[in-house]
């Protein structure tokens, strides 16, 4: 995509993520790391290598203010052509921005939430946790239950036949396979919707699917 587009698509992962927004650049490097060292002790998240789920998540939290701090040493190969937006980097993703997230979340949820249904606001702490919460459904699930396709070296599994939650995401053991591959389903009755939105954002412009 464009440097304008790629704009765009910070400003939009930023307010869809809001208070555990991370940063693309970031998140690019430490995923890269985990193709490349799927399932290995270098791997960034393994159910594999890691005792417990929170364990997991500790220690891809600790990798990844690594690489934001440039404290962590990563390979050369896992930094190039990936999107990068100083404005960004130095202002969405910090303490400061996150307390306005949750003002923001707790002000919507002071208008929204009826005098009848005072349980809706058991499901703030879903909100302000929805990465780690995406991030542990595909690092720890789809590494662990489901279905595999494809026999590759790691643990990878597809999560279910219809991924109706992930929209697509959850076809990780066919993403793991062929990672170059934007359409993550392989089998008739697969659908990955992601897909659907990426062809339709390829066919009006906003990027550019490689065609190979
Ligand atoms: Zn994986
Ligand atoms: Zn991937």
Same mark, same amino acid.
């Given at each position: 995509m464009s440097k304008t587009w790629e704009k765009v698509f910070y400003v939009f992962s930023w307010i869809t993520q809001g208070f555990t927004s991370i940063s693309p650049n970031v998140y690019g490097k430490l995923h890269r790391m985990h193709h490349a060292y799927a399932d290995t002790e270098k791997d960034v998240h393994s159910p594999k290598y890691d005792k417990s789920l929170i364990a997991m998540m500790l220690r891809t939290d600790k990798i990844f203010k690594g690489i934001r701090h440039g404290t962590f040493q990563l390979e050369e190969? !896992?930094?190039?052509n990936l999107p990068h937006w100083e404005f960004m980097e130095k202002y969405a993703y910090n303490w400061p921005t996150r307390v306005l997230w949750a003002i923001i979340y707790i002000t919507i949820y002071y208008f929204a939430v009826p005098q009848n249904s005072l349980w809706m606001w058991a499901l703030l702490p879903l909100h302000f946790l929805m990465t780690p919460l995406q991030g542990a459904i595909i690092n720890w699930f789809a590494h662990r239950v489901g279905y595999r396709t494809h026999a590759v &070296? /790691? %643990? &990878? %599994?597809? @999560?279910?036949? @219809? /991924?109706? !939650?992930t929209m697509g995401e959850g076809y990780h053991n066919n993403h793991h396979a062929h990672s170059g591959n934007a359409n993550f389903s392989n089998k008739w009755y697969e659908f990955d919707f992601s897909y659907r939105i990426i062809t339709l954002f390829n066919w009006l412009g906003i990027i550019q699917l490689n065609k190979k």
């Open positions: 190969r !896992f930094c190039k &070296s /790691d %643990t &990878s %599994t597809n @999560l279910m036949p @219809l /991924d109706i !939650f």
